[in-house]
């Protein structure tokens, strides 16, 4: 059974920096796409970022580009997300993704229906 499990998340100040991870358990993904999404209260789920199987190509949402870096280890299962210059519009329950059907694929994948295994979040609040 597959698991993923973030963590990382926490309270922090407008501006600072934190790193979310995402351990994966059950099977190895090291030939499939992970993301990154967010959902604020009372608002859809959003794309954050993607990265291809191999970590060489990620992909951005418009909000976070220049502020957000997504990267992998396929030798631990995990993708990490590292938040730097955090906005108060950043506070978001934050989920990992991986699509488990496509291997190899490295087309980008920013929609919610590319991904089939979810985490279940971990709360990121930054305060001003």
């Known amino acids: 059974q597959v698991h993923l499990v973030e963590s990382g998340g926490g309270l922090v100040q407008a501006g600072g920096s934190l790193r979310l991870s995402c351990a994966a358990s059950?099977?190895?993904?090291?030939?499939?796409?992970m993301g990154w999404f967010r959902q604020a209260p009372g608002k859809e789920r959003e794309f954050v970022a993607t990265?291809?199987?191999?970590?060489?190509?990620?992909g951005y949402g418009d909000s976070v580009k220049g502020r957000f870096t997504i990267s992998r280890d396929n030798g631990k299962n995990t993708v990490y997300l590292q938040m730097n210059s955090l906005k108060p519009e950043d506070t978001a329950v934050y989920y990992c993704?991986?699509?488990?059907?496509?291997?190899?694929?490295?087309?980008?994948?920013?929609?919610?229906?590319?991904?089939?295994?979810w985490g279940h979040g971990t709360q990121v609040t930054v305060s001003s």
């Open positions: 993704a991986v699509d488990g059907q496509r291997e190899y694929y490295s087309g980008g994948l920013y929609s919610r229906a590319d991904y089939d295994y």
């Open positions: 059950g099977r190895t993904f090291r030939r499939n796409a």
């Open positions: 990265i291809n199987w191999s970590g060489s190509k990620p």
